[in-house]
């Protein structure tokens, strides 16, 4: 298993967040936090990468415990975060930002500028141009090939397809198949359920920071139970 998170209970201040939360994620797989906004996905995938450390529990990543590591360690080890701000320099080209990313990671693989503009064709036309001037969907272009720039094994993804056109996300679901076909796992949190299945292969539901339901993603599509009570906005 690459990525194991047993029990961990997070908070904000005094605010209990995460519940007992666990989940499984294996080598090479694409998996989802599913729930409506502001049920813990988001802190979730904090608290993995150490922004939001849990003060209980435990996270195992290839088999060693990451949990109370700060965020920088944990990226060392193979974790990549593309939060749903996309959290690229609104002052810096599209070249530039990847460039930096490049530099800041000291991790070696397959992913560099021409690969990664193979992947996002559009963001060789924009290469010139500022992170502040590109769309929403650039932005998460841009995002995600930051991420892959320092040559990830996990890659955790908040809100892929929120804000995105149809052709958008259509786009999204076919680079993210492609960047799977590479190795490279993924987790991503989204409450798209239609976005998920295609795809995801297994997903949790959370609820009130806690993990309702575990499963494959048609045995989720399949349950109109779950998806009233968990999903349906």
Same mark, same amino acid.
């Given at each position: 298993?690459?990525?194991?998170?047993?029990?961990?209970?997070? #908070?904000?201040? @005094? $605010?209990?967040?995460?519940?007992?939360? @666990?989940?499984?994620? @294996?080598?090479?797989?694409?998996?989802? /936090? /599913?729930?409506?906004?502001?049920?813990?996905?988001?802190?979730?995938?904090? $608290?993995?990468?150490?922004? $939001?450390?849990?003060?209980?529990? &435990?996270?195992?990543?290839?088999? !060693?415990?990451?949990?109370?590591?700060?965020?920088?360690?944990?990226?060392?080890?193979?974790?990549? #975060?593309?939060?749903?701000?996309?959290?690229?320099?609104?002052?810096?080209?599209?070249?530039?930002?990847?460039?930096?990313?490049?530099?800041? $990671?000291?991790?070696?693989?397959?992913?560099?500028?021409?690969?990664?503009?193979?992947?996002?064709?559009?963001?060789?036309?924009?290469?010139?141009?500022?992170?502040?001037?590109? @769309?929403?969907?650039?932005?998460?272009?841009?995002?995600?090939?930051?991420?892959?720039?320092?040559?990830?094994?996990?890659?955790?993804?908040? !809100?892929? &397809? !929120?804000?995105?056109?149809?052709?958008?996300?259509?786009?999204?679901?076919?680079? /993210?198949?492609?960047?799977?076909?590479?190795?490279?796992?993924?987790?991503?949190?989204?409450?798209?359920?239609?976005?998920?299945?295609?795809?995801?292969?297994?997903?949790?539901?959370?609820?009130?920071?806690?993990?309702?339901?575990?499963?494959?993603?048609?045995?989720?599509?399949?349950?109109? !139970?779950?998806?009233?009570?968990?999903?349906?906005?």
């Amino acid at each position: 298993m690459l990525l194991s998170v047993s029990a961990i209970d997070t #908070y904000y201040g @005094s $605010s209990h967040i995460l519940q007992e939360v @666990s989940l499984e994620v @294996s080598e090479g797989e694409i998996a989802a /936090l /599913l729930g409506r906004n502001g049920v813990g996905k988001t802190t979730t995938l904090r $608290s993995i990468l150490g922004l $939001s450390p849990p003060r209980r529990g &435990s996270i195992r990543f290839a088999g !060693e415990e990451i949990a109370g590591l700060p965020a920088y360690a944990v990226s060392r080890k193979g974790v990549a #975060y593309v939060p749903d701000d996309y959290r690229i320099f609104p002052d810096l080209t599209t070249d530039e930002n990847l460039e930096i990313a490049r530099r800041l $990671s000291p991790r070696m693989g397959i992913w560099n500028r021409e690969r990664v503009l193979e992947l996002f064709p559009k963001l060789s036309e924009l290469s010139r141009s500022k992170g502040i001037n590109l @769309s929403g969907g650039e932005k998460k272009m841009l995002g995600i090939g930051r991420a892959l720039m320092a040559n990830p094994t996990l890659i955790l993804l908040d !809100e892929p &397809s !929120e804000g995105l056109a149809p052709l958008v996300v259509a786009n999204l679901v076919e680079v /993210l198949g492609q960047i799977h076909e590479q190795g490279v796992t993924i987790l991503l949190a989204d409450q798209n359920l239609k976005f998920c299945r295609k795809v995801c292969g297994r997903g949790y539901v959370l609820e009130k920071g806690a993990v309702r339901f575990g499963g494959g993603m048609e045995e989720i599509w399949g349950n109109e !139970e779950i998806i009233r009570k968990y999903l349906v906005v």
